[in-house]
């Protein structure tokens, strides 16, 4: 009869051990028994492992594994058992600490309601307006209401009482503080108008999208516009001046309109809130009242521009003043539009605001 004995060396993490298991006695005749009586003590990462052959219960261990090696026409075979006991971790320990992700801080550098930045942009070219007017009138009242027909007038224009000194610079510098948040604020309401595209049926979707845009490069050409009447005088460069006033007044009316048309395919069937239908309301109002003094002032520009009209000039200034009264308290409405957003400059980790941006709502 001849024996043999086996050896195998198991290693887990931190140490390794070996296990020895008597294995084979074979018979010259062919007939085999297997034979194991070995255990191995094992270290497996910081716990305490039991290895037994022939089936030795492994009874230690909170947790265990069994290694099963089975065949009994193979002389070869073994049985092993192994059976593991987890030791507590040291929470202390710094190699013990689960992997956390890392951190990065969050800073919100500038925080403002963009209500209240929507009301100081309308009102602040309106109580300038004010200022002018009153100032001019009573302080330089034969500059302002100079004219080329040399009639009689009570009401000097726009361009008359923001084209003398020091009231000039005054309109101007309320112009460019105005000018600056109503950039933003226009692609802040291409954003809000997309948001609610998911109300239509996809058929509409396509047209309400460049309807959208078509509103947003309205909006632009209005405020550069703004910017040129106001930077460009008639006493300075008359031709120019009323070609961007022009343009001013054709860009401001379609904007209306097509505001108001947007706003009724998007909130058709919808139920509003008080805010979204006074801002519906006023918007409507404030357009008829628009429209209706846009011919008067051509009616009576060209009275006073062809047949020089007493009082011609001051029926011109007083419908301009209604037009350009109309399209500020027009884009005032926003307070109903926005009555408790936030506008915030923060400072955070990229991968975040990627995500935000990525699930914005997207139009097909």
């Known amino acids: ?9 198991l290693d887990s993490g931190k140490g ?3 296990a020895t298991t008597a294995v084979a006695s074979a018979s010259a005749s062919g007939a085999a028994t297997a034979s194991s009586g070995s255990t ?3 270290d497996a990462g910081g716990g305490e492992c039991i290895a037994g052959g022939g089936g030795t219960p492994a009874g230690r261990g909170s947790e265990s594994g069994t290694i099963i090696e089975s065949g009994s026409a193979d002389p070869l075979t073994t049985s092993t058992t192994i059976s593991c ?5 040291d929470l202390n320990d710094p190699k013990d600490q689960p992997l956390q992700p890392k951190e990065q801080a969050v800073a919100i550098h500038y925080l403002a309601s963009f209500h209240q930045i929507c009301v100081v942009t309308a009102l602040l070219p309106l109580v300038t307006l ?12 034969d500059d302002v209401h100079e004219t080329h027909c040399r009639v009689y007038n009570i009401i000097p224009s726009i361009s008359a009482i923001t084209g003398v000194s020091p009231q000039r610079y005054f309109w101007r510098f309320s112009i460019a503080l105005h000018i600056g948040p109503r950039i933003p604020i226009a692609f802040v309401y291409k954003n809000y108008y997309r948001s609610q595209l998911r109300r239509l049926a996809p058929a509409q979707v396509s047209q309400t999208n460049l309807l959208i845009t078509l509103i947003l490069v309205l909006n632009c050409i209005e405020i550069a516009s703004l910017g040129g009447v ?10 120019v001046h009323e070609r961007i006033f022009i343009t001013f007044m054709v860009c ?18 919808q139920e509003l809130s008080e805010q979204q239908r006074l801002s519906i309301k006023w918007k409507k109002i404030l357009f008829a009242v628009s429209i209706l003094s846009t011919i008067g002032l ?4 060209a009275k006073h521009r062809f047949y020089c009209h007493d009082l011609a000039f001051s029926w011109f200034a007083f419908f301009e003043y209604l037009i350009a009264i109309a399209n500020m308290l027009f884009h005032f409405t926003i307070i109903w539009d926005f009555p408790s957003q936030f506008m915030l400059i923060v400072q955070g980790p990229r991968d975040n605001l990627s995500q935000y941006l990525s699930n914005r709502p997207k139009v097909d």
Not at 130 to 141: M, S
Not at 230 to 239: A, D
Not at 298 to 301: G, I, N, P
Request: charged share 10%; aromatic share 16%.
């Open 130 to 141: 004010f200022t002018c007017f009153v100032t001019a009138y009573a302080f330089q009242y």
């Open 1 to 9: 009869m001849q024996r043999s004995t086996g050896t195998g060396t």
């Open 252 to 269: 401001s009316l379609c904007y209306m309109l097509a505001t108001i048309k947007l706003n009724g395919i998007l909130n058709s069937g």
């Open 230 to 239: 106001t930077y460009i005088s008639n006493r300075e460069n008359y031709p």
């Open 16 to 18: 390794a051990a070996t």
């Open 298 to 301: 051509l009616v009576f520009f």
């Open 85 to 89: 006991k987890q030791q507590p971790k």
């Open 40 to 42: 191995a003590t094992i």
